[in-house]
């Protein structure tokens, strides 16, 4: 197997890098998610918050809060005091509301903004950043994603997700990349050389999807209670899990104002594992259009990354759905899911050569 780079032309100037950047320059790469965003900096700083924006109803909220803008889980938590905005949809900056979409557009650039100063750039840095986008995003949906990041950063090029998950950990030759976000789910195919649209499939069955299953389950489940889809989130995240055996789930939800208890065990388990098939198929697909003689290696070397990956027993669960529907398979996961994705973009900022980068500004 062979690995390659990026760009061949990076490789030539690796062994110089050092010496023709200099202080001066902040190399950021951000993993821009639906639920979370996150970024790691060549100064070493990394910071995930929320993808939430808000800004104060009128003068009281301006005066509780007392800022112009707040993000990430305090944007969550004074929600009723704020016009909230979760600008990106299915990894995208949200266009479908076309009422909303310029506010979206605001939000995304403010989220952006905001990321990037958690990156810590000194006075007078030149920020260079790579952005992960869906695998599959329209050239109308990266313009909109550039246009949001050209006020915060002074160059910025975009890559597919699954890509920079497998760039960061030089995985870059026979392996299926899988990044299980909040909007998409994103696969792609990487051969030792740089994906095309062919290796690359994004669906929508995701950790949203995830919620919006578990809302149904639990109406049905939970009769008479009451509950809101933040509260459903919170319960995905404490208790999400794909496992055959597990402890039994119990959860508190108010029925007229009183907390009740119910046995949710089943409605988050069978919830949760609706993301396996559509993801297997996926595979599927991108295993039965390559080389054959290299498919088996292929289903063998598949990459588990972003948030929705840690769900517990996810990887043996889409081990057994491949070995029912492909004859094998062999899942990884990787050790920091949250911050795979940033980690990879980093990287190829940095080894981007300058003149690449003085070009884009």
């Known amino acids: 197997m062979t690995n390659t780079t990026l760009s061949s032309a990076s490789q ?18 951000i993993d821009l998610g639906t639920s979370r965003t996150s970024v790691s900096a060549s100064n070493g ?4 918050l929320a993808s939430y924006v808000g800004y104060p109803r009128d003068v009281v909220s301006r005066k509780l809060l007392k800022k112009d803008v707040v993000f990430g889980d305090e944007a969550i938590r004074h929600r009723l005091s704020l016009n909230l905005y979760r600008p990106l949809a299915h ?13 979206n557009q ?3 650039r403010d989220l952006i903004g905001e990321i990037v100063r958690r990156a810590r750039p000194r006075p007078g840095d ?17 313009e909109a994603i550039l246009e949001a990041a050209k006020e915060s950063v002074d160059s910025v090029m975009l890559c597919s997700e699954p890509f920079s998950v497998a760039y960061g950990l030089e995985m870059l030759d026979e392996v299926l990349v899988v990044d299980i976000g909040a909007g998409t789910t994103d696969l792609c195919r990487m051969h030792g050389t740089m994906p095309e649209d062919d290796d690359q499939i994004t669906n929508t069955f995701a950790g949203d999807f995830v919620d919006d299953e578990i809302m149904k389950a639990l109406r049905i489940a939970c009769p008479g209670a009451v509950f809101t889809k ?24 108010p029925v007229d104002g009183k907390p009740t208890k119910f046995d949710v065990t089943d409605a988050i388990r069978n919830s949760c594992r609706m993301i396996i098939p559509p993801l297997v198929e996926g595979l599927g697909k991108l295993v039965a259009t390559f080389d054959p003689e290299f498919q088996s290696v292929l289903k063998n070397r598949v990459l588990l990354a972003g948030g929705g990956s840690r769900i517990p027993g996810l990887p043996l669960a889409i081990e057994a759905e491949m070995k029912s529907r492909l004859g094998a398979g062999k899942v990884i996961r990787v050790e920091e899911p949250i911050y795979g994705g940033a980690n990879g973009a980093l990287k190829i900022a940095q080894e981007m050569p300058d003149e690449f980068w003085a070009k884009l500004k």
Not at 91 to 103: H, P, Q, W
Request: net charge negative; aromatic share 2%; no cysteine.
């Open 91 to 103: 990894g995208v900056i949200d266009s479908a509301d076309a009422a909303r979409a310029e506010a």
């Open 106 to 108: 605001k939000a995304a």
């Open 126 to 142: 030149l920020v260079y950043a790579v952005i992960g986008a869906p695998a599959q995003a329209t050239i109308r949906n990266k």
């Open 12 to 29: 030539d100037v690796l062994d110089d890098a050092g010496a023709r950047r200099d202080s001066g320059i902040l190399h950021v790469g």
């Open 45 to 48: 700083a990394r910071e995930t």
């Open 230 to 253: 933040e509260m459903v989130k919170a319960i995905k995240e404490k208790h999400s899990s794909v496992m055959e055996r597990i402890e039994p789930i119990v959860i508190e939800l």
